[in-house]
């Protein structure tokens, strides 16, 4: 088990990101400009999984200034740019240029040890969409998160005030109606623009989308309302800018809404698994109990035990032939055929497709390669 230290009330392990070692790559990809890495610690234990995330951070635009302010910030333009020129041809140029250190920052996430749900939930996988009636979830849904879920303990943390606490933005202490607004784990904090809050309610036994009713509305109208007040507040930002939502399934069952600018392209704004706060609220409104009776869809990777559970009750990965009366077709019999690289008959094979380590152990000298905007 890794080192412990006291902080504060609550223990926390110690690791040096610098002394990672990679088992394999989980995830990487050049659209959000982050990779996914899963490996250990050796120095703390030859056997527990760390997963480290990297991200390239966004720009300020303060990085671009070129006014010579004081005290002086770190821009691109500066006498530290290192520029390497690929080509100039005619009125066009290509170039790699390396600016200051100080604009090379990678926001770095490390979830250590991390169990194999962790390795799941960062690896690429086929995914794909279950309708979940109402029975369904108290059929299947229900029993495998009250069997297996994330822990919650970094939500209580929050909530009681051991963890974060300087981090926090806004609170409003009701036990009904209240909640916690603050940065959510994915923001570096240091861009407006690509801001990313959460707002945890107080109120305990709301794991989802799923249990919320009628009773419900005066908390989600003042998280709504108060969340905007405090973040226009805080941030400048026009409330009217900003995109409130659930997910659905979440990955942690205490009731949390995700807020972000709408002119930013967060993670996880994909419509099968966002519901809009406004939506929600106007749905309870029409409906009390349209949460309870509303079929919802949401996805399901390969790998979570979840959609083996499905696959006993609905046809997921294969998908029934397609009727035809063509006679040639008649003579076949009716199969659930498999759609190319949907489907594996091996439960091997269904592993997730995951990129092997193609690159050999790193010799202690080397230097890795700078990370650089
Ligand atoms: P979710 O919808 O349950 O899961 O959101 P998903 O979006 O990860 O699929 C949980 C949110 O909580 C995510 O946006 C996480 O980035 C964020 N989060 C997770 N942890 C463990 C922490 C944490 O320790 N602190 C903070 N501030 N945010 C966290």
């Known amino acids: 088990m890794p080192e412990q230290v006291e902080n504060s009330e609550v223990k926390s392990p110690t690791y040096d990101i610098s002394k990672f070692r990679l088992k394999r790559i989980l995830q990487n990809n ?16 030859e056997t527990d999984d760390a997963i480290v995330v990297f991200e ?79 029975d369904l979830y108290e059929s299947t849904t229900l029993p495998y998160i009250n069997l297996s879920q994330f822990s919650l303990e970094w939500v209580y943390n929050i909530l009681e005030h051991k963890k974060e606490t300087e981090r926090i933005v806004f609170e409003d202490n009701d036990p009904e109606t209240g909640f916690i607004l603050l940065p959510d784990l994915k923001w570096d ?31 989600l109208r ?14 400048g930002l026009n409330p009217n800018q900003l995109r409130m939502y659930f997910h659905y399934q979440p990955s942690f069952y205490h009731l949390h809404v995700h807020i972000n600018p709408i002119r930013n392209d967060a993670p996880g704004i994909w419509c099968e698994k966002s519901h809009m706060l406004d939506t929600v609220i106007s749905n309870l409104e029409l409906l009390p109990d349209f949460y ?10 390969e790998g979570n035990k979840l959609l083996d559970l499905y696959e006993e009750k609905i046809t997921v990965r294969s998908v ?7 006679k040639e077709l008649e003579k076949v019999p009716a199969v659930e055929s498999s759609i190319e690289g949907f489907s594996d008959d091996d439960p091997g094979e269904r592993e997730c497709k995951r990129i092997k380590l193609a690159t050999p152990e790193p010799k202690e000298a080397e230097v890795p390669a700078q990370a650089c905007a």
């Open 222 to 235: 003042n998280m709504r309302q108060s969340a905007k007040d405090a973040i226009s507040k805080r941030y």
């Open 320 to 326: 029934a032939a397609p009727i035809s009366d063509s």
């Open 189 to 219: 904090g240091r861009n407006v623009e690509n801001l990313y809050l959460l707002g945890i309610v107080h109120k305990h036994n709301i794991k989802s989308l799923r249990d919320l009713n009628g009773s419900h509305l005066p908390l």
């Open 30 to 45: 050049s659209v959000r400009k982050s990779i996914a890495l899963l490996g250990t610690f050796p120095d703390l234990s």
């Open 56 to 134: 390239k951070n966004a720009y300020q635009e303060s990085d671009v200034s070129t006014s010579k302010e004081l005290p002086a910030k770190p821009s691109y333009f500066s006498a530290e740019l290192k520029v390497d020129t690929e080509f100039i041809n005619n009125i066009y140029g290509s170039f790699q240029v390396v600016p200051s250190p100080d604009l090379c920052g990678v926001k770095s996430t490390v979830i250590y040890p991390a169990t194999d749900k962790h390795v799941e939930k960062y690896s690429i996988c086929q995914k794909y969409l279950i309708r979940e009636t109402p």
């Open 292 to 301: 309870q009776r509303a079929t919802l869809p949401f996805v399901l990777y």
